[in-house]
């Protein structure tokens, strides 16, 4: 009898074990948290709703934006994104792809392109693309939010052949 | 019998399925992989063996160096690498920090700064500054080596007041 109910017990734990692990559906999960930063590109490419845009991001998300210190944290995430549709002519737009999980699919990567445009001081459209990395975080209510945020320039365009 | 043989089965895998969890000590591993990458960044100062250096990445890592092409693969990097080492005055440091690891220890994060210095045409010293993201795996063979590597420059140096 005893040991019998061990065994329930036992078993119920291996079934809570099994169901941690197998949980996690690769194929779904690259699904969600592609169509996650689709929501977030589309979010600030429409660039009206800061609380909305900075809620992509993890409450201690480090973003690192070339030649501009790096921000740090919720609060000032806010005022960057601030700052930065406040900048006339500003727009920003990103797509990711290559999704890549870490084994319990609680932490992944995406890699991306990214344009911003803004309007310079002669009236002119100014273009700048980047190469991005994020880093993101599953987080305990179940959503996926980027913890790290870092891009970069891409290659001078290639000059007309001699 | 059989039910006593179950329970022998059961527990066997409740002890792997635990230990298996249970693996993942963080302050350990945070030791173990700055450790790592400082043994890396040493292998890359020094600036000679190149199959070490290229080792520290995984088979199919991506490195984004700002201002020029992604480098994929283990080939790849080999000759970027090499190149890298054979511009005139070539070095490279690098300095790690703040560790983040998914749940299941296996996959993981560090930020970090470097400086890579050349000669430049006029016989001048040129030092390029960066901040670095870079992304690990702990591998099947119980080693961590950097999947994503990517870094873009800090802010211009702040002019004098005037």
Redesign the interface.
Known sequence: MK??R??VS??A??IF?GCSTVRFDPAAERERLLRRDAEWAAAAAEGKDVSKIVSYWTDDA?V???????VEGKAALRTFVDASLKMPGFSIRWKSEKP?????G??A?L?GSNEMTMTGPDGKTISLKG?S?T?WRLEPDGQWRC??D???????ATPAAK
């Open positions: 040991s019998s061990l065994l036992l078993a734990f291996v074990c480090v690192v934006p070339p030649g501009q210190p790096i890549a999980f870490s084994p319990d609680k932490m990567t890699q190469r990395v880093v913890a790290i870092i891009w970069n320039d891409p290659p001078p």
